[in-house]
């Protein structure tokens, strides 16, 4: 690729603008380098001293121990932690399997599709109906970990009827969830307490 030529009217518009143009710093002549040369020390004695940095350790000024791990707890412990909304001895009474469930719903083997439906159109009825204590059994699920980074839950169906069950239009209508009695299926199943109908 090759220049162009300047033309002689180009040449003589910026020998003009040159002319009329002012020097930033008229006391230095010619080019300035952009930063300023530092200062010679002539007489070490008279340097100031150099700081010296105090020993540190990264996080010593750190307010507080951090946690050991941030890992959410297990879906058992979380459940578990939830107040007591209902009465205590009925609650106590509903975890040894003292309580029995008025109604069941078997969402084993229906995937995510089919069992969020079926679960609300379950409880609307349920309620509607006038029960307090139903029993939805969800199964333990299958481990499905193939050993990759990311860990996989298994109980796909167990770790999301909770929170089905804590969002509307359940979440109105439900007054306690707890992990049901071993021999109502355990880890497998929840018993859902229902509110009075107003």
Do not use: C
């Amino acid at each position: 690729m090759s220049r162009r030529r300047i033309k002689p009217e180009e040449l003589e518009l910026w020998q003009q603008v040159a002319r009329t143009a002012q020097r930033l710093r008229p006391e230095t002549p010619g080019r300035v380098s952009p930063l300023p040369p530092e200062p010679m020390i002539r007489n070490p004695r008279s340097a100031p001293p150099t700081p010296r940095l105090e020993d540190f350790q990264i996080g010593q000024r750190a307010l507080g121990t951090p946690p050991a791990h941030d890992l959410l707890p297990g879906l058992s412990e979380r459940v578990a932690t939830v107040p007591v909304q209902m009465d205590k001895k009925a609650f106590q009474r509903m975890k040894r399997g003292k309580l029995l469930p008025e109604a069941k719903i078997d969402l084993h083997g229906m995937t995510m599709d089919r069992a969020h439906p079926a679960l609300t159109g379950f409880i609307l009825r349920s309620h509607a109906a006038g029960l307090r204590l139903v029993l939805v059994v969800t199964g333990k699920g299958k481990d499905r970990d193939t050993g990759g980074p990311i860990p996989v839950r298994h109980g796909v169906l167990r770790h999301n009827v909770p929170q089905w069950l804590r969002m509307p239009p359940l979440a109105s209508l439900v007054l306690q969830i707890t992990e049901a009695h071993l021999k109502h299926g355990g880890g497998g199943a929840y018993y859902v307490y229902l509110r009075r109908q107003k």
